[in-house]
């Protein structure tokens, strides 16, 4: 859970940004937020629907709580973490396989498995981000 500000309302849609990247953990680096990672490098936002669960519509410069579940977080460590995992070690039990230039052959079969998996990953994270809830922050610590 964390606080966000509601940057913009458009469409049905809210674009969102965390007051503090840092409340999250994902990178406990002040100012970097893991939200870049799938946003493709722009500035850490996200979309949600621009009504809140309880009927409330966002407005921009508005103040809200975005909390994410622990099934949705377990789901995206899966989807980000596992495509190139399997990468690669597909790619090195392939170059094991097929004798593709001995250690070394076996080597940059597991890396390009690795960096496939990762394309994966970063495709299917973007087609399926987590599920966020927004909330209207009522002032009160989260």
Request: aromatic letters at 4%; one cysteine or more; hydrophobic letters at 50%.
């Amino acid at each position: 859970e964390t606080r966000a500000r509601v940057l913009t309302v458009r469409d049905g849609r809210a674009h969102i940004a965390c007051d503090n990247h840092a409340d999250c953990g994902a990178c406990g680096r002040a100012g970097r937020c893991a939200l870049k990672w799938f946003s493709g490098g722009a500035d850490a936002t996200l979309e949600v629907p621009a009504r809140t669960v309880d009927q409330v519509l966002l407005v921009p410069g508005q103040a809200v709580t975005i909390a994410v579940g622990d099934g949705e977080v377990l789901r995206a460590a899966a989807t980000v973490y596992l495509p190139p995992l399997a990468g690669l070690l597909l790619g090195a039990a392939a170059g094991t396989a097929f004798g593709v230039a001995g250690e070394v052959g076996t080597l940059l079969m597991a890396t390009a498995g690795g960096l496939a998996g990762w394309g994966v990953a970063r495709i299917w994270s973007r087609r399926r981000p987590p599920v966020v809830s927004v909330m209207p922050f009522d002032g009160e610590a989260a």
